[in-house]
């Protein structure tokens, strides 16, 4: 296999238009004088399985050009644990702190060594932002334990 | 005399004390981003969509428009100070922007592309004025055998002109058009693809989509990286191009502007591919092609002209015929929507204050653009050394908060999260993002004409072949697909 990135990526596309074909039978493709709601994702499907082969095929035999080069991949998967970490604690510790401790975090991947610098732009960032969307400009943000201080 | 009449109309709109104040901002904005590396227009367009919500929907465009025109100004700064395009459109300014820099030339190129772009931007709003209102009669006429082969062809002209293989953007297009199915079918009301998840009903919304494939995949790829910001040292003084500049690069600027409207227009066509065009055309017809690429000023002009040109009359598929022809327009379409305003033919019967409002903003923003750009150029260079963790942490949050807005669900957070790690494989892997989120937000357009077409027919897919109108676009498209092919067959018959 000369292109390993178009193997795995041509094969996740079939499986997902595999997996669409096959929900869109279930859903009921119909006829064209009479299309039911699986007939235009069943055509989606197809044409994503037909797509991913020719990538697959032009992957194995060379003809694809690109060459992946991945860099220090350790700092976006560390961003991403963060992001993914918000995620789950962001309805309950609410915007401000979730934000606080995830720009801190964020702003320390980046190799921001200052803990001054640190805390002060987290600060900012996460009660200057809400000041800015949920008070000014009126979008909802989660409160979270903050409920308790009655915000 | 209508047009002057509509034209006063849009001004009247556009001169109202808020919508300067948010023409200005979007200048300030999209300059600000083209400036700095690793922040694109889309991403900026759809960081600031939750911003709109409760904003007027004439100064959310003339705010969202603003950014997308403002940023085609700023991009051009980093490439010929850093060597880096600030802004995709603007990669081929460095060949020669970069050059004239290291000549110790840094002001006049920084001059030249300025003015060149104010003098496209003007030239392309007025020609926009002149052809959209003829363009959105005649789509008018447009049944749904059209308005399929018409939105086929957009979708075929983003994977086209996107930079990398065109199967992959053919099959980022289907994908795109899969996740547009999820949620409940428009037609029949039955639920698709949505695994029991009651969050999915209403389908993955476009917001939280495009801030995962544009914002947080952006924000990663440039995490893989050490920052290098080498900025060149330089005077700024005597930013106006010589007189013999001038006489060297007028003509360049005037036919980067014309080409870059032309292109702009095309469903599909934009800032990037127009820039590249405009300076291959300069070389070719150029008495001393052996300067470019050494600090030639007509390789610096009519790029610049081109992609200004563009990124302005890119609107008009938008306004006229309800086709985004790339990422950036396509985010302007999610905020019309979102404010109830579905642009096609009828925008300019049903928002004529919206439709000329935002025309004659574009007027206003490029005065303001140039009063921005050239004067405030030491300004803009100092934004440089802002270092990238500031602005990464503020891009992550503001994804958060526009991802969170969208319906005050926590799930909408982590399916950005889940679509920027997409977008971030996708860009490593050579797959384009843009044809995906086009075919996203086109795909329930298509389904509709589809069906609609196919019924009319009694299921005969000949009415797509029978019709001109729509027979000419698929041809037009079919060419688009399979010319790579064909010259790919002629290439290896010369071979052999």
Redesign the interface.
């Given at each position: 296999m000369k292109n390993r990135?178009?193997a795995?990526?041509?094969l996740f596309?079939f499986l997902?238009?595999l997996g669409?074909a096959i929900?869109a039978i279930h859903?009921k493709v119909g006829?064209?004088?009479?299309?039911?709601?699986?007939?235009?994702?069943f055509l989606?499907?197809l044409?994503?399985i037909v797509?991913?082969t020719?990538?697959f095929l032009?992957g194995r035999t060379g003809q694809?050009q690109?060459k992946?080069v991945?860099?220090?991949?350790g700092?976006?998967a560390l961003?991403?644990v963060v992001?993914?970490v918000?995620?789950g604690v962001?309805?309950c510790l609410g915007?401000v702190i979730g934000?606080f401790i995830?720009?801190g975090l964020?702003?320390r991947?980046?190799?921001?060594k200052s803990w001054r610098v640190l805390l002060l732009?987290s600060l900012c960032?996460?009660i200057g932002?809400y000041i800015l969307?949920d008070k000014l400009?009126?979008?909802?943000?989660?409160v979270g334990i903050l409920v308790r201080l009655g915000l | 005399m209508d047009f002057l009449v509509n034209l006063i109309q849009g001004f009247s709109v556009a001169l109202s004390p808020w919508n300067l104040f948010f023409a200005a901002i979007g200048a300030v904005i999209g300059t600000a981003i083209g400036v700095l590396p690793g922040l694109g227009p889309p991403a900026t367009v759809a960081l600031l969509l939750?911003?709109t919500?409760?904003m007027d929907p004439a100064s959310a465009t003339i705010m969202l428009a603003g950014i997308f025109y403002g940023a085609m100004y700023g991009g051009s700064t980093t490439s010929i100070l850093l060597n880096i395009p600030g802004e995709a459109a603007s990669v081929v300014t460095c060949l020669d922007g970069y050059k004239m820099a290291r000549q110790g030339r840094a002001g006049p190129a920084l001059g030249i592309s300025a003015i060149g772009s104010f003098v496209a931007g003007t030239i392309s709003v007025f020609g926009m004025s002149l052809v959209a209102p003829s363009l959105a009669s005649f789509a008018l006429k447009f049944g749904p055998p059209e308005y399929f082969s018409l939105v086929l062809l957009g979708l075929m002209m983003a994977v086209y002109l996107s930079e990398?293989?065109i199967?992959?953007g053919?099959?980022m297009a289907?994908?795109g058009?899969?996740l547009g199915?999820v949620g409940i079918?428009p037609?029949?009301g039955?639920t698709?693809?949505t695994f029991g998840v009651s969050r999915l009903l209403d389908g993955f919304d476009f917001v939280v989509v495009a801030m995962g494939l544009f914002g947080?995949s952006e924000?990663?790829?440039n995490?893989?990286?050490?920052e290098i910001r080498d900025v060149f040292k330089t005077s700024f003084k005597g930013l106006l191009p010589t007189r013999e500049d001038w006489r060297r690069c007028w003509a360049s600027v005037l036919r980067g502007s014309f080409l870059g409207f032309f292109i702009g227009v095309l469903p599909g066509g934009g800032a990037i591919i127009s820039s590249f065009i405009s300076y291959a055309v300069e070389k070719r017809i150029s008495r001393h092609p052996e300067q470019f690429g050494k600090g030639a000023i007509e390789g610096v002009a009519a790029p610049e002209a081109a992609n200004n040109a563009a990124s302005t009359s890119s609107f008009i598929p938008l306004l006229t015929l309800g086709i985004p022809g790339n990422a950036t327009i396509a985010m302007i379409f999610v905020a019309l929507m979102i404010h109830g305003i579905r642009p096609g033919p009828l925008l300019l019967q049903e928002y004529p204050n919206l439709f000329w409002g935002v025309i004659a903003s574009m007027y206003i923003g490029n005065i303001m653009l140039l009063a921005l750009n050239l004067p405030l150029i030491g300004l803009w260079v100092r934004l440089l050394r802002v270092p990238?963790?500031?602005l990464?942490?503020?891009v992550?949050?503001?994804c958060?908060?526009g991802a969170?807005?969208v319906k005050?669900a926590?799930f909408d957070?982590?399916t950005m999260?889940a679509f920027?790690?997409m977008g971030?494989?996708?860009r490593?892997?050579?797959?384009p993002p843009a044809p995906l989120i086009l075919a996203m937000i086109l795909?329930p357009i298509?389904?509709r004409s589809?069906?609609q077409s196919?019924?009319s027919s009694?299921?005969?897919?000949s009415i797509f072949i029978e019709k001109p109108i729509s027979a000419a676009l698929l041809c037009v498209a079919a060419f688009l697909v399979f010319t790579p092919i064909l010259k790919r067959l002629w290439g290896r018959r010369g071979l052999t």
């Open positions: 990135i178009d795995v990526g041509s596309l997902i238009g669409a929900g859903l006829s064209p004088t009479e299309p039911q709601p699986g007939f235009f994702p989606g499907g044409s994503l797509f991913s020719i990538i032009k694809s690109k992946v991945f860099g220090d991949v700092r976006p961003l991403l992001m993914v918000l995620v962001l309805d915007y934000t995830a720009s964020i702003l991947i980046l190799n921001v732009t960032l996460s932002t969307f400009l009126g979008i909802e943000l989660p | 939750p911003v919500y409760k990398e293989s199967v992959k053919l099959a289907a994908l058009l899969l199915t079918d037609v029949h039955a698709r693809f947080i924000v990663l790829i995490l893989e990286a050490p990238y963790h500031f990464a942490v503020v992550v949050i503001i958060v908060i969170y807005s005050s926590v957070v982590g999260v920027g790690v971030y494989l996708m490593k892997g050579g797959f795909g298509l389904e589809v069906q196919l019924i009694g299921g005969n897919p």
